[in-house]
């Protein structure tokens, strides 16, 4: 299994620019979600979803998107790209969304906004 | 709303010295609590977890326990390596978030030889 792998490792956009965040797992885990992690901040909730074709927000989801077409993929659009979503971005996910199962994370994107 | 309180870091010790890192945290209901390490370059894996009152979440000779009287879920090895040095996360999930998981700022722990 690779389990949770992410694409890409390291990204530099311009303000105004967009792209998407690749996410996917081979476990065949219905729960995702997408965090962005910042200095003092711990990680954050951007997006998450219970299943292919049912997405919620999470605790900061403004300026990101996301579809979940598939159980495999989840992936995150930044729509107009701001030097505030400068960050590190990772994907998680698990096998359902009871509260003590375990999150699987991904190696990260590191997201550099000018 | 939950929240999630480390100690603050950065955390310097040598190696074989004692290690606690310090979690509070607020949680309606009765939370799960976890602590995750993210070591250098990677992504965040879980260390250990425990799911109910007084009890005692280990792995690799890391130990928290779950202390609902004083909210907390310090963690806690008795002699540290160099190989420990990493980030270090306190969170929490409940009822409510379910998988959403509340995390904490951080700690930095440096172990030097």
């Known amino acids: 299994n690779a389990g949770v792998t992410q694409t890409p490792k390291f990204q530099v956009l311009k303000t105004g620019q967009s792209m998407t965040l690749q996410c996917a797992q081979d476990m065949n885990h219905e729960y995702m979600s997408w965090y962005r992690q910042d200095p003092g901040m711990g990680l954050r909730l951007i997006h998450y979803s219970v299943g292919a074709g049912i997405t919620d927000q999470g605790e900061v989801p403004n300026g990101y998107n996301v579809s979940r077409s598939t159980t495999e993929d989840f992936p995150l659009r930044l729509l107009s790209a701001a030097p505030s979503q400068t960050s590190v971005y990772f994907c998680?996910?698990?096998?359902?969304?009871?509260?003590?199962?375990?999150?699987?994370f991904g190696p990260g994107t590191r997201l550099t906004v000018l | 709303g939950n929240s999630v309180t480390q100690m603050e870091g950065p955390v310097t010790l040598s190696e074989e010295a004692f290690l606690t890192i310090n979690c509070t945290y607020t949680a309606t209901g009765y939370p799960s609590l976890f602590w995750y390490v993210q070591y250098p370059g990677e992504g965040l894996q879980l260390l250990l977890k425990?799911?109910?009152?007084?009890d005692k979440g280990s792995n690799k000779g890391f130990e928290a326990t779950y202390r609902k009287e004083t909210t907390s879920f310090h963690l806690e090895k008795g002699s540290v390596q160099v190989s420990d040095s990493a980030v270090y996360f306190c969170a929490l999930s409940d009822l409510v978030s379910g998988s959403r998981l509340t995390f904490g700022e951080g700690t930095q722990l440096t172990v030097n030889p």
């Open positions: 425990a799911t109910k009152a007084d």
């Open positions: 998680a996910s698990s096998y359902s969304t009871g509260l003590t199962d375990t999150q699987y």
